[in-house]
């Protein structure tokens, strides 16, 4: 076996391998920082990074596994934490300069679940500013001029890197699938409440997910299952069991699915390649994907999600940008301006509408095992946009609470991955994946078939 034969492309491998006593973690993290020195300096995806501290947890979990003792699922496995995720040994600095070496007291509750089921902590990836749109220096691991999306940059351009197998990051608008798709690997929201959002800094009660990147879906549903978990202290947190992801992921279908492409008019966005990518994807389905005309109450839920953004995110930045105004990006100031002109009566009725949408989509997953929607409007856009891309086709998504998935399925023009998003029902996360299983099985059997 190799060097690099002990890494990163699969997670559940490579737990496999260590509890095995086939490779240490200690050999698997050293493969992680090797391939972190040779690319970084170009990707720029670490805003945290701590060779010894890295090592010592993975000498830990190797002296555990050879005591006998207990190994959790993801035992010795790296991951790696947007850095707006609080940890008690690392700093964590929200991605602005305002807090440049703050140093948390406590874990994040994902945090300390990560670290019971024996996960090494690599460090913290570049996230945007708060978590919001003005971008980071992070590149795209397909093309150093490109974006690799935003906010959770960091986190997906690392997986895609192959410097960790996981990663954590967030969604508020789209923030997980979006990166998903630039950078051609598979990004998880599962429903929102399903992980705890404790020790994670808030930009939006009503809309902040947890969620991740990973290379397989095994590797999503196994991290997505390890970080799930009720937490009394996080307000869209539920106490009630939580579905099996890496279960799901893994399942059969008793029947093939019934999937649903809807016609928003904000589709006109998409690029070309993506578009006659997504119609390739839909036309080899087979009839399994039925087409719908939106209403125009549908279409305008992302004016909905707006409202409730900006509103919101004024509130959580209130102490900050009263003491750091002119610290803050343009972008926020912007935002913070726009949640002042929102008022009580008009947040109270987004959050209304929102409900509404949640109680429309629990009907609608009756009839349909999930929603197939483009991720993002194309390839990854250039640096010289200024911007992370085009969230509009999470928005809706992310305000209903539903679960998301991006398939790193088609390719665009200039060879750069583009990815196709899955919606599923409300906490019905493992359907979601069996669903997600059976689409990736039917596409490559087709194409080995050469239809």
Same mark, same amino acid.
């Given at each position: 076996?190799?060097?690099?034969?002990?890494?990163?492309?699969?997670?559940?491998?490579?737990?496999?391998? $260590?509890?095995?006593?086939?490779?240490?973690? /200690?050999?698997?993290?050293?493969?992680?920082?090797?391939?972190?020195?040779?690319?970084?300096?170009?990707?720029?995806?670490?805003? #945290?990074? !701590?060779?010894?501290?890295?090592?010592?947890?993975?000498?830990?979990?190797?002296?555990?596994?050879?005591? &006998?003792?207990?190994?959790?699922?993801?035992?010795?496995?790296?991951?790696?934490?947007?850095?707006?995720?609080?940890?008690?040994?690392?700093?964590?600095?929200?991605?602005?300069?305002?807090?440049?070496?703050?140093?948390?007291?406590?874990?994040?509750?994902?945090? /300390?679940?990560?670290?019971?089921?024996?996960?090494?902590?690599?460090?913290?990836?570049?996230?945007?500013?708060?978590?919001?749109?003005?971008?980071?220096?992070?590149?795209?691991?397909?093309?150093?001029?490109?974006?690799?999306?935003?906010?959770?940059?960091?986190?997906?351009?690392?997986?895609?890197?192959?410097?960790?197998?996981?990663?954590?990051?967030?969604?508020?608008?789209?923030?997980?699938?979006?990166?998903?798709?630039?950078?051609?690997? #598979?990004?998880?929201?599962?429903?929102?409440?399903?992980?705890?959002?404790?020790?994670?800094?808030?930009?939006?009660?009503?809309?902040?997910?947890?969620?991740?990147?990973?290379?397989?879906?095994?590797?999503?549903?196994?991290?997505?299952?390890?970080?799930? &978990?009720?937490?009394?202290?996080?307000? @869209?947190?539920?106490?009630?069991?939580?579905?099996?992801?890496?279960?799901? @992921?893994?399942?059969?279908?008793?029947?093939?699915?019934?999937?649903?492409?809807?016609?928003?008019?904000?589709?006109?966005?998409?690029?070309?390649?993506?578009?006659?990518?997504?119609?390739?994807?839909?036309?080899?389905?087979? &009839?399994?994907?039925?087409?719908?005309?939106?209403?125009?109450?549908?279409?305008?839920? $992302?004016?909905?999600?707006?409202?409730?953004?900006?509103?919101?995110?004024?509130?959580?930045?209130? /102490?900050?940008?009263?003491?750091?105004?002119?610290?803050?990006?343009?972008?926020?100031?912007?935002?913070?301006?726009?949640?002042?002109?929102?008022?009580?009566?008009?947040?109270?009725?987004?959050? !209304?509408?929102?409900?509404?949408?949640?109680?429309?989509?629990?009907?609608?997953?009756?009839?349909?095992?999930?929603?197939?929607?483009?991720?993002?409007?194309?390839? @990854?856009?250039?640096?010289?946009?200024?911007?992370?891309?085009?969230?509009?086709?999470?928005?809706?998504?992310?305000?209903? &609470?539903?679960?998301?998935?991006?398939?790193?399925?088609? =390719?665009?023009?200039?060879?750069?991955?583009?990815? =196709?998003?899955?919606?599923?029902?409300?906490?019905?996360?493992?359907?979601?994946?069996?669903?997600?299983?059976?689409?990736?099985?039917?596409?490559?059997?087709?194409?080995?078939?050469?239809?």
């Amino acid at each position: 076996m190799t060097k690099h034969d002990l890494s990163l492309f699969s997670a559940v491998q490579s737990a496999e391998g $260590i509890r095995d006593g086939r490779f240490s973690s /200690e050999a698997l993290v050293e493969d992680c920082l090797k391939r972190i020195e040779e690319t970084d300096s170009v990707i720029r995806a670490w805003a #945290y990074l !701590s060779a010894g501290l890295a090592l010592d947890q993975a000498r830990e979990m190797d002296r555990i596994r050879k005591a &006998g003792r207990a190994t959790g699922p993801l035992h010795g496995v790296p991951v790696a934490l947007k850095d707006i995720v609080d940890t008690k040994d690392m700093p964590t600095q929200r991605g602005t300069p305002i807090f440049a070496g703050r140093q948390p007291e406590t874990d994040a509750r994902l945090v /300390e679940l990560l670290r019971e089921s024996g996960a090494v902590i690599m460090g913290k990836t570049k996230t945007t500013e708060f978590a919001f749109m003005h971008p980071t220096d992070t590149t795209n691991p397909f093309d150093p001029n490109r974006t690799p999306g935003g906010s959770s940059s960091g986190s997906a351009a690392a997986v895609a890197a192959r410097h960790v197998p996981l990663a954590i990051g967030t969604q508020t608008g789209g923030s997980v699938i979006r990166p998903a798709s630039f950078c051609g690997v #598979y990004g998880f929201k599962p429903t929102r409440g399903m992980i705890s959002r404790s020790g994670v800094f808030r930009t939006s009660v009503s809309l902040d997910h947890v969620g991740g990147f990973a290379n397989s879906l095994e590797d999503i549903a196994l991290l997505s299952d390890v970080v799930a &978990g009720y937490d009394q202290s996080d307000p @869209a947190s539920f106490a009630r069991p939580r579905a099996e992801m890496l279960t799901g @992921a893994q399942a059969e279908v008793p029947v093939e699915p019934n999937i649903a492409w809807l016609d928003f008019p904000f589709n006109d966005r998409l690029d070309a390649d993506a578009r006659d990518g997504l119609n390739a994807v839909i036309d080899s389905l087979g &009839g399994r994907v039925e087409r719908f005309s939106v209403s125009p109450q549908l279409a305008d839920l $992302i004016n909905v999600h707006k409202t409730i953004y900006d509103y919101e995110i004024r509130q959580n930045m209130m /102490e900050i940008s009263n003491t750091h105004w002119s610290e803050i990006s343009a972008e926020m100031q912007s935002a913070i301006n726009r949640g002042a002109d929102i008022n009580e009566a008009q947040y109270e009725d987004a959050l !209304s509408v929102m409900a509404s949408a949640q109680g429309f989509f629990a009907e609608y997953f009756n009839e349909f095992d999930a929603i197939l929607a483009p991720a993002a409007t194309g390839e @990854a856009v250039p640096l010289t946009a200024g911007n992370t891309g085009d969230s509009v086709f999470c928005l809706t998504w992310t305000l209903a &609470g539903l679960p998301c998935l991006t398939l790193p399925l088609l =390719v665009g023009h200039n060879d750069l991955p583009i990815g =196709v998003q899955l919606i599923g029902a409300i906490e019905e996360d493992d359907r979601l994946l069996r669903t997600a299983s059976w689409v990736q099985r039917s596409l490559r059997a087709q194409e080995q078939n050469g239809e």
